[in-house]
């Protein structure tokens, strides 16, 4: 009973570290707590069993086993708590088991013994198993770091030691060895785990070493000093050093937590901010390019990322670098330089085959990214599940129509661990927001232009139809004059002046047709046959100015509904438009393409020319550069007319360095539609 009133504070002061590390539990979910949580309990299972008197019998060994079984076992928990990979269930198990089953048996082999002796290679298994199994364990799931070098050491020379004690008849060496390392290590691996001095790491890892040191020093107490007479709960000291120093390690985790999500909410409150600053900005109309800088430098200052890069769709369907955040000048000559890779469709292939992580992001892995940047990733990151050194992630800008209109790419992130959806969300509704901004303004200038186009045609009909009248007067009477007029000076001037007004007649049923098209007559067509037909007609012209023309159809290429006769207008007008380009340049080379994308046929005319002196202006009507006398200014604008009348699109773009390409996109015929004339 006296034992037992003394041992009684120890138990309950147990008792209640106990059930402060399970209330800790509801606030605090690990793998390391519940380990924790599990060696304490044993601890204290310890404490309850050490209470009982020995006895001899069965019971007796029972209890025994229990006592030092938990002890020993607890201590297993917590170097397993304590490793690098504890939230990792198989390892951690395979550790556990390992080490705990061995021991066990050691000790349940000791209680029961009456001859050491008989248990020699017992008791040598088991050592073995729990210090060369251990070394085992760390070479094959570990490199051989100098770390994991000096443990192995370490279990090495502790392992035969003991088992040279336990073969000359002394098993409680080896039981004490086990204890004092297994109690002692986390000393060691607190501090390597945490790397911070603080109240908690240091009541806990001075707390582990001296419980380590409590068995050496109490074998050498009872050889030294025999008749020395300690208090047994002095022993107990370290252990409630350690109890006391994990939860207030616990509890500064807990707080460095909470103050990590504060900051973690002072920054999303700046990043709604700014990017709410620049969604104000996007929805009052200014200019997307001069704010998509911005829009980088906005995500790589808030977000996870430290790089970003945006690209835009152009009206060819290209893509362009608009703007950029954390990239060095070297690395975005480089982009620009490899910028006309880039397409459109591009986009629609990452979102096909990179993984998903929010509504509207993707994570693209190193052998895709490969494909379409120059960029390697300089940052060395330490191997982990979340991120591969050369990922990006992709949030594509899609428009209200469902049309892609370019993409925003990230990559060197913070925290691999914070690549989530949850992080991703506030860039994807930014990203939201600047592609409905994009479609807006190309929805507004295609309505300013055909705004414009179609009270320049309702002007020009108005003007065309009152000079037809005198222009008429004027070729009749002037055919009749030459009738009349004998040959020499006068007749010759008379027949140039019906030249001038014929000259002027084509050029008002050019303008004309720019207003008003003729009903259309569409049926299925071979744009192959077409092409190869418009440039047979410049064949001559072609060879004699010894233009490179280079001919690229998709095989197997779907028929268009088309007005042929209207169609082969526009073929001709952008052939002689690029061959009139080519007058005066160096190379003279002319590429023809036409392809299949999803429901359209799109057809490049490029030339190697000097480009459009203002590419937005090229649809105009008498908007030209050529001399005079040379254009009329009216190709273009009769070729956007029938283009969209056909319910196609066309666009004009400048390349880079010199040259132009001009891009007609026209829907697939179907099958059924015929027209009045071919039935």
């Known amino acids: ?90 390892r951690t198990w395979t550790l556990l088991t390992l080490t705990a089953v061995p021991v066990l048996v050691y000790t349940y082999a000791n209680v029961i013994a009456t001859d050491n002796s008989q248990y020699h290679l017992l008791y040598t298994a088991c050592l073995a198993i729990v210090f060369f199994g251990t070394v085992a364990f760390l070479l094959l ?26 073969w000359r008849n002394d098993p409680v060496t080896g039981f004490t060895t086990t204890l004092a390392l297994g109690f002692g290590a986390p000393a060691f691996l607190f501090w390597r785990r945490y790397r911070r001095w603080s109240p908690g790491i240091i009541t806990s890892a001075g707390g582990f070493l001296l419980w380590g040191l409590v068995f050496p020093v109490g ?14 709960e002095v022993w107990n000291v370290p252990k409630f050093f350690v109890a006391f120093g994990m939860i207030l390690t616990v509890l ?71 703007g950029h955040s954390g990239i060095s000048p070297e690395d975005v000559a480089q982009l620009k330089k490899f910028a006309p890779r880039w397409r459109i469709e591009d986009v629609t292939e990452v979102c096909c085959n990179a993984s998903k992580i929010g509504a509207n992001s993707y994570l693209m ?38 049309v892609y209109v370019g993409c925003i790419t990230m990559y060197a992130p913070h925290d691999v661990a914070r690549v989530t959806a949850e992080e991703m969300s506030k860039i994807e509704l930014l990203g939201g927001d600047l592609a409905v901004t994009i479609g807006n303004t190309a929805l507004h200038r295609q309505l300013l232009r055909s705004e414009k ?41 008379l027949e140039k002046l019906t030249r001038e007004a014929h000259r002027m007649k084509r050029i008002i049923e050019n303008l004309l047709r720019f207003a008003r098209q003729n009903n259309l007559e569409k049926k299925s067509a071979n744009l192959e046959a077409l092409l190869q037909e418009v440039l047979s007609l410049r064949e001559y012209q072609i060879r004699n100015n010894d233009v490179d023309v280079k001919l690229e159809i998709e095989p197997d290429l779907p028929q268009v509904a088309l007005d042929e006769d209207q169609f082969k207008q526009i073929l001709l007008n952008l052939l002689n438009n690029s061959m009139d380009a080519l007058e005066l340049a160096e190379q003279k080379t002319i590429r023809i393409s036409a392809m299949r994308q999803s429901d359209r046929v799109f057809v490049r005319f490029e030339d190697s020319g000097a480009g459009f002196a203002d590419v937005n202006r090229a649809f105009d009507p008498f908007y030209t550069t050529k001399p005079v006398g040379k254009g009329t200014g009216l190709g273009l604008s009769i070729c956007y007319g029938i283009v969209k009348e056909h319910g196609g699109e066309i666009h004009a773009v400048n390349l880079d360095p010199t040259g132009a390409r001009v891009v007609l996109e026209l829907p697939i015929s179907e099958p059924a539609i015929v027209t009045a004339a071919a039935r």
Not at 44 to 54: R, S, T
Not at 219 to 226: A, G, K, R
Not at 378 to 395: D, H, L, M, T
Not at 469 to 478: D, E, H, Q, T, W
């Open 1 to 90: 009973m006296t034992e037992l009133s003394a041992k009684l504070p120890s138990v309950l002061i147990l008792a209640v570290l106990v059930g402060i590390f399970v209330a800790l539990r509801r606030h605090v979910k690990s793998a390391r707590l519940d380990l924790w949580i599990a060696a304490w309990l044993l601890i204290f299972v310890h404490f309850l069993a050490d209470v009982f008197p020995e006895r001899p019998d069965t019971l007796g060994h029972i209890i025994d086993t229990v006592d030092l079984g938990s002890l020993q076992i607890s201590a297993m928990l917590f170097v397993a708590s304590l490793t690098s990979f504890v939230e990792d269930k198989r």
């Open 141 to 166: 799931w570990r490199k051989l770091t100098p770390v994991a070098l000096g443990w192995t050491l370490v279990l090495v020379l502790t392992g035969a030691w003991a088992i040279y004690k336990v």
């Open 219 to 232: 074998i050498l107490t009872d050889i030294w000093f025999p008749n020395a007479h300690i208090n047994p």
């Open 252 to 322: 500064e985790d807990k707080s460095d937590v909470l103050e990590a999500t504060s900051l973690r909410e002072h920054k999303l409150n700046e990043q709604l901010q700014k990017f709410a600053s620049i969604t104000s900005r996007l929805l009052t109309g200014v200019g997307v390019n001069s704010l998509c800088g911005e829009i980088a430098h906005a995500i790589t200052e808030t977000s996870n990322f430290q790089r970003a890069i945006i690209l835009l769709g152009t009206d060819d369907k290209g893509m362009y670098l608009a």
């Open 365 to 402: 892995s190193p052998e895709q990214v490969e494909k379409y940047t120059p960029l390697r990733e300089g940052q060395e990151i330490a191997p982990n599940p979340f991120w591969k050194r050369g990922n990006r992630v992709v949030v594509p800008l899609q428009s209200t129509h469902g």
């Open 453 to 493: 186009l179609a009270a320049i045609g309702q002007l020009v009909a108005g003007v065309a139809h009152e000079l037809n009248n005198p222009l008429a007067s004027i070729v009749g009477y002037s055919e009749l004059m030459n009738d009349e007029v004998p040959a020499g000076p006068a007749r010759q001037k």
